[in-house]
Each structure stands twice: as structure tokens, then as C-alpha cells.
């Protein structure tokens, strides 16, 4: 008989940390906790320079959350751990703070259609120290720091571009306070190429006020433009990897899932950890039909690659959309 790999020990220890997360933190849902926890993954991950130090994807963010919340970068993370910090202080015996960030990473894309599935390994070591200040990429840096922060730690150009297209699946609390949970693209609950589309159309309107540090303007009600997606978009490094990714959703899961994999796998040897990759659900599948939202057109779109231009799409029908708020995760009262 063919021999079946046999689950390794820390892998059937997760399950059930795997299993509360999935029913009672996410509920089947690709909303605000599955966004937040996606976010928390880079937050983490990205702690940690060739210069200053800083330990990576070992879960100093929460271990150390008293001095990495403090971090600007870091604003709206108090919601996100006080989300899921109930879910790591019941299992802590069980799953290091390290494991318990990519863990619920992975698990948080389980619910939004169209995402890849994306490994997990277990073993992290509890971190030593916080991470550094200052090393969390900012809307507001210019694109020379995105891409000299991110290639400090091994990632290029086109690595960048996959792994914002969590921006997705994403929203802003923080960036203009006034309106909490303005997402990024028309559609923050399903993984489509939207967000890549619609950060290229002219920018016309602020959700809500303006003069936000780190936002620029936006195309379609009710979404929110960060500054930094915008210039990614238009940067002849990165314009044309946006611009493959705007029309091809199968190439952008595919692009994320090892970009991600490898962010969960800052400051830590593989070789030292176990693959757990069973934990993780396969994501619902989507068929996704790239086009502009409704009134917006091809020549709404400002051409950034110098190589090839934006291929022509259909235009949603109906009226110009608004789009809802996130409704936001509540740690105590789900049903008000
Ligand atoms: C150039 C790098 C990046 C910048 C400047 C950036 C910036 C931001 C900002 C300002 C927010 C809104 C925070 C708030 O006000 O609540 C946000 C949200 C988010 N980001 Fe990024 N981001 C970057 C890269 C990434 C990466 C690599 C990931 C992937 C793992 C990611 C995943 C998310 C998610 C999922 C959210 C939504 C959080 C929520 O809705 O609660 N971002 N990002
Ligand atoms: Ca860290
Ligand atoms: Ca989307």
C-alpha cells in the first residue's frame, strides 16, 4: 500500500486551535477579523532589518504588543488583537505567540472566494525582544522606501505587488477616522482583481474628509485610496506587474501564496519547522470576471506601464455604486 504521511505531533496539537479559529473567530466569513488577522501576518513579519534587528514572524507583536501598538504603523491594531487575543491567550499552552499570527493568517483567507490556500508551518521559538520602531512600511513613504524596506528583507519588486493584493480583502480604520472600515476595492470580502483595477482609475473623490495623511483620491464612493497603493500602481518598476495582475485573478493567487508563505518566514529557518499546511482549508473557488464599476471606462484609467497598454474591459452594469462600510468585528456584542 502506499505509504501515507503520518501528521506530525505539533500539527494534530494546532487542530483544534485551527478548528476554534475557523468556527468562532471567522465564522465563515471574509470580513473584518479575517482581514485583521491577514494584516497582523505582515505586521509582524516585517519586524525585523539587517540593520537594526528585530526578529521577524515570531510573534512580537503580540507578546510585545505594549510597545509595538505604540508604533504609528501599527494604528488599528488594538482592534485586531483585542479581536483575536482571547483566542491566543486560551490556546497559549498550546501554540507560541509566532505560530498563532501565521496560523490565523492562513486560516483568516479560508472564507474569501478566490484566495489561494497558503502554507503553514509550526514551531516558532517565543520571540525575545519587540520589533524595532519605524521598520512597518507607512501610506505615506514614497515608493523608494516601499521598495528599499521590502528588498532589505528579500523581496522584489513583483513580490510586493502579489502581496497587495491582501489590499483586496482590506479596509482603513484609522487612515480617515471619520468613516472605520472603508474598504479598498468594491468588493472587500471576495479576493478578485478589483483592488489592481480600480487604484488605476482617476482618482475624483474623498470617502470622507480630506487632507488624510497617506490617502489620495478615490474613483468610486465608499472606497478608500491609500497613497502608496496609488503611486505602486503607477511606478514603472511595479505598473505592469499591477497591470498583469488587473486582468488575471489566477495569476495573482498564485502569486500571493508563495509571497506570503515566504513573509511567514522572516527571522526563522524553515528547516526548523514543521509543515502544517492540512490545517489549512482550501479557499472557496472564484470565477472572476474583470470589469470596470458601473460609469467608469477605459479612458478612466491612467496607463502606467510603458510596455504594454491597459487591455479594454466591459463596464459593470447600473448605477454608480456606494460602497457599504466593513462591518466591524465587536469582541463583546455581535448581534446590536
Ligand atoms: C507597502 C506596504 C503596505 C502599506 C503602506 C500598507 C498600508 C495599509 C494601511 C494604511 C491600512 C489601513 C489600516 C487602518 O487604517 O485600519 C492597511 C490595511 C490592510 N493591509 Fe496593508 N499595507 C501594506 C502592505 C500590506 C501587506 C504586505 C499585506 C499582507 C499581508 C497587507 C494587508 C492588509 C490588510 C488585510 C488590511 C486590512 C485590515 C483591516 O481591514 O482590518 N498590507 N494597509
Ligand atoms: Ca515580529
Ligand atoms: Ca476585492
Known amino acids: 500500500a502506499p505509504s501515507k504521511r503520518q501528521t506530525p505531533a505539533i500539527c494534530s496539537t494546532l487542530a483544534p486551535v485551527a478548528q476554534d479559529l475557523l468556527e468562532n473567530l471567522f465564522g465563515g466569513e471574509c470580513g473584518d477579523s479575517a482581514h485583521g488577522a491577514l494584516r497582523l501576518i505582515f505586521h509582524d513579519a516585517i519586524g525585523i532589518s539587517p540593520v537594526v534587528g528585530g526578529g521577524g514572524a ?16 501599527n494604528d488599528g491594531l488594538d482592534d485586531v488583537l483585542a479581536d483575536l487575543g482571547p483566542f491566543f491567550l486560551k490556546h ?7 505560530d498563532f499570527v501565521q496560523l490565523a493568517g492562513a486560516l483568516s483567507l479560508a472564507a474569501c472566494p478566490g484566495a489561494p490556500k497558503v502554507q503553514f508551518v509550526a514551531g516558532r521559538p517565543p520571540p525575545l525582544a519587540p520589533s524595532p520602531n519605524f521598520l512597518v512600511p507607512e501610506p505615506f513613504n514614497t515608493t523608494d522606501q516601499i521598495l528599499e524596506r521590502f528588498a532589505s528583507v528579500g523581496f522584489a519588486p513583483p513580490e510586493i505587488i502579489a502581496l497587495l493584493s491582501s489590499h483586496s480583502i482590506a479596509g482603513a480604520d484609522t487612515v480617515d477616522p ?7 476595492d468594491t468588493t472587500p470580502s471576495v479576493y478578485d482583481t478589483n483592488i489592481f483595477i480600480d487604484v488605476l482609475l482617476k482618482g475624483t473623490l474623498f470617502p470622507g474628509t480630506s487632507g488624510n495623511q497617506g490617502e489620495v483620491e478615490t474613483a468610486v464612493n465608499g472606497t478608500l485610496r491609500l497613497q502608496s497603493d496609488f503611486e505602486l500602481a503607477r511606478d514603472p518598476r511595479t505598473a505592469c506587474t ?24 522572516l527571522g526563522q529557518n524553515i528547516n526548523d519547522l514543521t509543515d502544517c499546511s492540512e490545517l489549512i482549508p482550501q479557499p472557496p473557488a472564484l470565477k472572476d470576471v474583470p470589469e470596470f464599476p458601473p460609469g467608469q471606462f477605459l479612458s478612466d484609467i491612467q496607463d502606467s506601464c510603458p510596455t504594454a497598454r491597459f487591455p479594454d474591459l466591459p463596464t459593470q452594469p447600473g448605477p454608480p455604486l456606494d460602497v457599504a462600510p466593513i462591518p466591524q468585528a465587536d469582541s463583546d456584542d455581535e448581534d446590536s
Open 178 to 184: 471619520t468613516i472605520p472600515g472603508t474598504p479598498f
Open 92 to 98: 497559549q499552552a498550546v501554540i507560541s505567540s509566532g
Open 242 to 265: 499591477w497591470q498583469e495582475f488587473a486582468t488575471n485573478q489566477p495569476l495573482m493567487a498564485s502569486q500571493f501564496a508563495p509571497a506570503v508563505f515566504k513573509l511567514s518566514l
Open 58 to 73: 515570531d510573534g512580537s507583536i503580540i507578546t510585545f504588543n505594549e510597545t509595538e501598538l505604540a508604533f504609528e504603523a
